[in-house]
């Protein structure tokens, strides 16, 4: 593929309104997308992607219902657990001093160098919201511009999503919801990143 993002944000949409068509309670949904976002990463790493940030969950996502807000807290957990059982230097970035901040991903808010040269860098956003990372003086500075973002779910928004690092990201928008997650939305999302026409303002 002549032209490969190196940096791609994933907004995992939708996660609330594949529960509901399937007859579970919202806050179920969340849990579903777990094996999507390590099949996603194993697609990134075949295709010589070497780095992605998910978006985890965001300040006003904690505004939500406690249940649905306890639900993804717990699904971002689990899922740093099985990002770094995939053997990728995780950093969590979000406002630790909040409680909606999982104590468990405190060690891993410090960016750090990969330990081997193909190790491949995934970025969590938890509990992040891009007023505090504005006001506390580009909190989330250490992460590099994202060449891609790609949207499952349909909704055409960044919804607050890294403002400083997709200043210039082309931005796709699938419209299945992130649950249904396949190899081939993520390789039509790459194909339509090849297509598209780079300024950078020029």
């Not at 995939?86 to 960016?111: D, I």
């Not at 990201?169 to 419209?175: G, N, P, T």
């Not at 396949?182 to 990143?193: I, V």
Request: aromatic letters at 10%.
């Amino acid at each position: 593929m002549a032209r490969l993002p190196n940096h791609v944000g994933i907004i995992p949409d939708g996660n609330r309104r594949w529960a509901n068509g399937r007859g579970l309670k919202k806050e179920e949904g969340y849990a579903f997308g777990l094996n999507a976002g390590i099949d996603l990463l194993r697609a990134a790493r075949k295709r010589g992607i070497r780095e992605l940030t998910y978006y985890g969950f965001t300040v006003d996502n904690c505004k939500r219902p406690k249940e649905q807000v306890s639900a993804f807290s717990r699904a971002c957990v689990k899922a740093a657990e099985m990002i770094l059982a995939e053997g990728a230097c995780l950093t969590a970035v979000g406002n630790t001093k909040s409680p909606c901040f999982p104590s468990e991903l405190l060690p891993y808010t410090r960016r750090r160098m990969p330990s081997r040269q193909d190790e491949m860098r995934v970025n969590l956003l938890v509990n992040y919201g891009w007023e505090w990372d504005v006001k506390n003086g580009f909190a989330s500075r250490d992460l590099p511009r994202i060449d891609l973002v790609v949207r499952w779910g349909g909704m055409s928004r960044l919804s607050g999503f890294l403002p400083i690092q997709t200043v210039y990201s082309d931005i796709c928008v699938l419209e299945e919801l992130w649950p249904d997650f396949e190899e081939s939305q993520f390789d039509r999302a790459l194909e339509w990143y090849r297509r598209q026409d780079v300024t950078l303002g020029g």
